[in-house]
């Protein structure tokens, strides 16, 4: 059974920084792109990163482009989420997700394109 397993949420104060990780277990890492979703109380499931298998290529919304960095240590099958100047309303469940795909360069950007997906962390950030 793959898993895809969240860490490194919790609650910090508006400006401050986080890293998520995800680590998966059962799956060929390195043939998946991956992404970070988050999802706040009574809204939708937002993209938020995405990366490349290689790592070559990543892309963000503007919301969060200049403060959020993902990235991706093959070897170790992991993806991150280097978060930084957390605003209040980046409070959210966070989740990530894997989408299998035969091209190198490849990023999805809508939660269907993802077959695999954590449970989610939660990131809470206080004004």
């Known amino acids: 059974q793959v898993r895809l397993v969240e860490s490194g949420g919790g609650l910090v104060q508006a400006g401050d920084s986080l890293r998520l990780a995800c680590a998966s277990s059962?799956?060929?890492?390195?043939?998946?792109?991956m992404g970070w979703f988050r999802q706040a109380p009574g809204k939708e499931r937002e993209f938020v990163a995405a990366?490349?298998?290689?790592?070559?290529?990543?892309d963000y919304p503007d919301s969060v482009k200049g403060r959020f960095t993902i990235s991706r240590d093959n070897a170790k099958n992991t993806v991150y989420l280097q978060m930084n100047s957390l605003k209040p309303e980046d409070t959210a469940v966070y989740y990530c997700?894997?989408?299998?795909?035969?091209?190198?360069?490849?990023?999805?950007?809508?939660?269907?394109?993802?077959?695999?997906w954590g449970q989610g962390t939660q990131v809470t950030v206080s004004s």
């Open positions: 997700a894997a989408g299998i795909t035969p091209l190198i360069g490849t990023i999805y950007y809508t939660t269907h394109e993802y077959t695999y």
């Open positions: 059962r799956l060929t890492f390195s043939r998946y792109t």
């Open positions: 990366i490349s298998k290689s790592g070559g290529t990543t």
